[in-house]
């Protein structure tokens, strides 16, 4: 199975997604061309499909043909639903008859269980069927995939195509957040339950639980159906005796196909009984997660995160789990999922999730704001950590925290270890002479770099991926980085001072108030002031005051006019979220300025009724000149783009006639020392020498015209 991520897509790439035009083809050495190829597009039963098949060809010399199965059972009944799509079944000839016989066969062990016969014409090769009441040892023989669905035209000669069917195969992880608030009787004792789950293509179920801050000993662990009545539960699986010193992990070797396909719809649920709640302490729906590029998912176990490990607990119904890797660049990428939070009885608003995620070591000075999420899941990378927090991770003394409205000291937390040799993180600002650096401190050298297929190169040097540099043709107010063979430079923009006397270091690229002197220790020294003054906020290295609000400085980038920062007085805590910029009816939006983060709507020209009055009013007839208008014997000098305004020229307006005559200058001796100082004409200057004065004169023919 291969499994990829196709980031940033063009629109152009995407228009062709949505109207299927776009094909996947498989390279191989053998065949450059492509050995096998494919439509992408949309179909209803990818959303109902548990099981699938691939089908190819039994004879090997036929090339060209190939099909998939897609399978699901009815939710009640023991019927398979299927659909059959399939390429070169009919061969060419054969689209001159109306239609062709074709046999499908499920096979177990080469012993046909059950047959079909139906028939395709060249207009709908594929074809749906329902194989009704599905014995228990069919059932056992689909859930376990020992079934082979096999397909034969009747045509000359006939083509046979056959594959296996299997539960659904996909990238997408099998998960599950187990918390209070989830449970069949709801509680709050701030513990979480985290399960990774995968099912194999032999209907084997590998699990693994993780059980954290529970009160009393864990009694149980089941994998469950949705109860009837709460009294009532359904337990499929028992995993209590694989649980040990927080962790139950093992196998599930008996499932059913009822069993694989209620789990691949999301209807199974995992349960954990405590002595202190014996009907369940922790529950949660297994669902999947879609698929992100994330190695962590496969590699490693996820961090539970639980209100017990907040400082000091949090008695919460909510939990949570997150995976974190640090890639090669040393950026790090997140995925973390939350589940209990959101409800109306505990602060926040019950349709989405408004919180924040942070990671933070042990004291509050390295922290990072990752992302602000809606809704039950959030991801992304931070590609600039500063040394003191990969020095925490490294240490396993970091920890990720979710904040909400109700808790904004932090809801849930859970302790973070990624062993890494990262010294500056992915946030790297590489100098423009790098021969100053000790050859320890240097990247790669530069024939490294050249051989590395996602390095850029740029001004004469080559950069790595994820670096961050000045350039030289602005070392100062601009910054650049490489990402993936692409550089992006921008101009870093300075926040408005409020001070009355400003100096400009000649090092850096923004003015700074005169009575902060950087470099001193000033910054940490108000750090440690009282929270309930205001906040600090590390952009800026300033206190605010409570209740304020301000667009934050992001070193290096500077001013970052697409957030807005509020400073919470009760709490001392800063929360940025993104502008949300208005709706525009506009058809072409412009920007008034290359900093502002919003588009404005032009400014409209003179408005229609204004233009009808004066056209309809008694007094004398007002002028239109390009697309203004102009009052009688109003006088002005008319704009040519690209020239801009022509001064030298004047036009007025007589009674709805536009008059333009352009300046007479003086015939002038003077030519050759003449300054015109954003004048139209030309004034003499003191000569310098005497030939100045014996040049000749160039006289302006004057010029006039009406319109």
Aim: contains cysteine; aromatic residues 6%; proline residues 7%.
């Amino acid at each position: 199975m291969i499994c990829g991520v196709w980031w940033n897509l063009h629109k152009p790439s995407i228009r062709l997604l949505r109207a299927e035009q776009l094909r996947v083809s498989l390279v191989t050495k053998a065949q450059p061309a492509g050995e096998i190829r494919g439509q992408i597009f949309k179909h209803r039963a990818l959303f109902a499909e548990t099981f699938s098949a691939i089908l190819t060809s039994v004879d090997p010399t036929h090339l060209g043909v190939g099909g998939i199965a897609m399978l699901t059972l009815s939710d009640t009944e023991n019927n398979l639903h299927f659909l059959l799509m399939a390429k070169g079944l009919l061969e060419p000839g054969a689209q001159e008859l109306p239609w062709v016989p074709l046999r499908l066969q499920i096979q177990h062990q080469g012993r046909v269980v059950r047959e079909v016969w139906t028939n395709i014409t060249a207009e709908a090769p594929d074809f749906a069927e329902v194989l009704s009441d599905l014995s228990a040892r069919e059932m056992q023989w689909l859930g376990q995939g020992q079934l082979v669905i096999a397909v034969q035209s009747e045509g000359r000669p006939p083509c046979q195509l056959a594959g296996t069917i299997a539960p659904r195969r996909s990238c997408d992880t099998i998960q599950s957040v187990l918390c209070g608030a989830d449970a069949l009787v709801p509680t709050e004792t701030g513990a979480v339950g985290s399960a990774k789950l995968s099912l194999h293509e032999n209907g084997t179920l590998e699990y693994q639980v993780q059980v954290a801050g529970t009160g009393s000993e864990v009694v149980s662990i089941t994998l469950e159906t949705k109860p009837r009545r709460k009294s009532r539960r359904n337990i499929l699986f028992d995993m209590t005796p694989s649980y040990q010193d927080g962790l139950a992990s093992g196998t599930w070797q008996d499932l059913t196909a009822r069993d694989a396909h209620m789990l691949l719809q999301n209807e199974l649920f995992l349960n954990v009984a405590t002595k202190d709640f014996e009907e369940g302490e922790l529950r949660g729906q297994i669902s999947s997660l879609l698929y992100s590029g994330l190695l962590a998912r496969y590699a490693v176990l996820p961090t539970p995160l639980a209100g017990q490990f907040v400082v000091p607990a949090v008695w919460t119904g909510a939990g949570g789990h997150a995976w974190l890797w640090l890639d090669e660049h040393c950026h790090l990428h997140y995925e973390i999922a939350v589940a209990g939070l959101g409800r109306a009885d505990d602060g926040t608003v019950s349709a989405h999730l408004h919180g924040v995620a942070e990671l933070a070591g042990p004291s509050r000075e390295p922290k990072r704001l990752l992302k602000g999420f809606y809704g039950t899941e959030a991801q992304g990378v931070v590609k600039d950590l500063d040394a003191e927090l990969l020095r925490h991770l490294a240490q396993g003394t970091a920890f990720l925290q979710v904040s909400t409205k109700l808790h904004p000291r932090g809801e849930l937390r859970g302790r973070v270890h990624i062993p890494n040799q990262c010294e500056v993180g992915g946030m790297r600002l590489a100098p423009r002479d790098e021969d100053d650096l000790p050859e320890a401190s240097r990247p790669r050298d530069a024939e490294q770099l050249k051989k590395d297929p996602n390095s850029c190169f740029f001004e004469g040097q080559p950069r790595a991926h994820g670096a961050r540099w000045a350039p030289a043709y602005d070392p100062k107010c601009s910054l650049c980085s490489c990402q993936k063979r692409t550089v992006i430079c921008d101009p870093i923009l300075c926040q408005p001072l409020n001070c009355t006397r400003q100096v400009h270091p000649d090092n850096r690229c923004c003015p700074v108030c005169e009575e902060k002197k950087p470099g001193q220790d000033a910054p940490k020294a108000e750090k440690a002031r009282d929270s309930s003054e205001g906040c600090y906020f590390d952009g800026d290295k300033t206190w605010r005051g409570a209740g304020t609000q301000w667009h934050p400085v992001v070193p290096p980038f500077g001013l970052i006019k697409c957030a807005v920062c509020t400073c919470k007085g009760a709490t001392g805590e800063v929360h940025c979220e993104k502008v949300q910029c208005p709706r525009l009816s506009c058809t072409n939006p412009v920007r008034l300025s290359p900093s502002d983060c919003c588009k404005q709507c032009p400014a409209p020209e003179k408005s229609p009724p204004e233009l009808s009055d004066m056209m309809q009013a008694d007094g004398p007839r007002a002028c239109r000149f390009g697309r203004h208008w102009y009052m009688n014997n109003e006088s002005w000098h008319p704009t040519v783009p690209p020239f801009g305004e022509m001064k030298c020229i004047t036009c007025w307006c007589v009674a709805g006639e536009t008059h333009c005559q352009r300046q007479e200058c003086p015939p002038s001796a003077c030519s050759g020392s003449a300054k015109k100082e954003n004048r139209c004409c030309t004034r003499c200057q003191a000569p310098d020498t005497l030939s100045d004065v014996l040049e000749k004169p160039h006289d302006d023919v004057p010029e006039a015209w009406s319109h």
